[in-house]
């Protein structure tokens, strides 16, 4: 298991190239984007989590990136890292996973692992991949080659867990599939988790980020229910938090974002709808955080309509545009749903973000504020959506003339409360 082909070479796909490179692995990797192959072959890293020196390494070592497929003829270990995003009607998109397999199949030699790593529901390692690889390759999973599904667990900008230390879970179409995989991540994680089989292995990936997306909705419900009856949710907040057991902490916010929470659970409930068997809280939690930059947006409207403003009338900033604290990164961010919200009233929408030096969302620029206390003062309403460390938060109440907090960073300042 030398020689390792890493399909897909985005946030996921990059640092598990990184980590098969620091264990003596010769390590290609394909991914469709020209622009992204020549700057990696170039020593220019694309994934914040994977710098320039990282890759010097990588390149130091032998990793190569292509857009040529033919590499996967080589390959004795094929993991599968492209996205699975939503299609144009909010459903399960596999188009990647599906070329990436055809590709795969028509160049697979006996005796490969092949795992995929690409977030699906159950099922999709066996009833999807499987057979595209077997119809392409005449070969047999289980007896010819090796196949496996081990989810991704990458947490962006995260300086405490990355690859090796983050337990991986590994499950596979047959015993000897789960083994043989498990074999190989061994050489790269420093616990590996067994699971009975690929669709176990999967609907964990799933359970885990849909754990995070009902709580989330449980504590942005709770914020709009506490506000309008007169409670404090964030001190229930803190008392709640007090307890050492039985208790996990989660916080109202803006929406969710990212590359998990706001896709995995329709993944999840689409695989629970076509079994028969919906799951109807889950359904319901990505209704109520889908719902949040709306609630923003009232809010916002509501606290100008008070100073006698109208929305459509007034000057707004958003500080922090990011869907993660301290972090570049925008995917989902639920400030591009307040933005299209806001611009529909004809709001002149303005952002501050150290993170963000250009914002184009729905593919309209956003005008850019350097300096966030100058912006606030300048503006009718300033709204915190992303409490970056950066950004001089405490200072914000002296400057905004009106300031909405969704993150519950300036309580007991004149700031309001989500």
Not at 347 to 356: A, K, R
Request: proline share 6%; charged share 25%; with cysteine.
């Amino acid at each position: 298991m030398n020689s390792v082909a890493v399909i897909g070479l985005g946030y996921t796909g990059l640092p598990l190239a990184r980590e098969a490179c620091r264990a003596g692995m010769r390590v290609t990797g394909i991914d469709e984007n020209p622009s992204v192959t020549a700057s990696l072959n170039s020593g220019r890293s694309h994934v914040p989590d994977v710098t320039d020196a990282d890759l010097a390494a990588m390149l130091d070592d032998g990793f190569r990136a292509s857009v040529d497929e033919s590499p996967l003829a080589e390959a004795s270990v094929a993991v599968i890292c492209v996205p699975t995003p939503l299609d144009d009607t909010g459903g399960p998109d596999l188009s990647h996973v599906r070329r990436a397999a055809s590709a795969l199949g028509d160049r697979l030699k006996p005796g490969t692992l092949v795992v995929l790593e690409s977030t699906s529901f159950p099922g999709t390692t066996d009833d999807v991949v499987r057979d595209i690889v077997e119809q392409a390759s005449g070969l047999s999973a289980g007896t010819d080659f090796s196949l496996a599904f081990s989810p991704e667990r990458i947490d962006p900008g995260n300086q405490t867990f990355g690859v090796r230390n983050t337990p991986r879970v590994v499950g596979g179409c047959t015993r000897r599939c789960t083994t043989v995989a498990a074999d190989f991540f061994r050489r790269l994680c420093d616990r590996v988790v067994e699971a009975g089989s690929a669709r176990e292995a999967e609907l964990a990936k799933l359970l885990e980020n849909t754990y995070r997306n009902v709580n989330i909705a449980l504590v942005n419900e709770l914020a709009v229910a506490a506000r309008a009856l007169g409670v404090d949710v964030w001190e229930a907040l803190d008392c709640a938090r007090t307890k050492p057991f039985g208790f996990q902490e989660f916080r109202p916010g803006p929406g969710v974002g990212g590359h998990c929470i706001p896709v995995d659970p329709v993944y999840l409930t689409h695989w629970a709808r076509t079994g028969g068997t919906p799951l109807r809280l889950v359904e319901l939690s990505q209704e109520v955080n889908a719902g949040m930059p709306a609630h923003v947006v009232r809010r916002a409207e509501h606290l100008l309509k008070e100073r006698g403003t109208a929305l459509g009338e007034a000057r707004v900033l958003l500080v922090g545009v990011t869907y993660k604290r301290n972090s570049t990164d925008l995917r989902a961010t639920p400030a591009a749903a307040i933005v299209r919200l806001m611009r529909q009233s004809g709001t002149d929408v303005t952002y501050h973000d150290p993170f963000v030096d250009a914002w184009s969302p729905d593919g309209e620029p956003v005008q850019r504020s350097v300096d966030a206390l100058a912006a606030a003062k300048d503006a009718d309403l300033t709204i915190l959506v992303q409490d970056h460390d950066a950004v001089p938060l405490d200072r914000l109440p002296e400057y905004a003339r009106l300031l909405l907090d969704t993150r519950g960073r300036l309580r007991g300042t004149r700031a309001h409360q989500l």
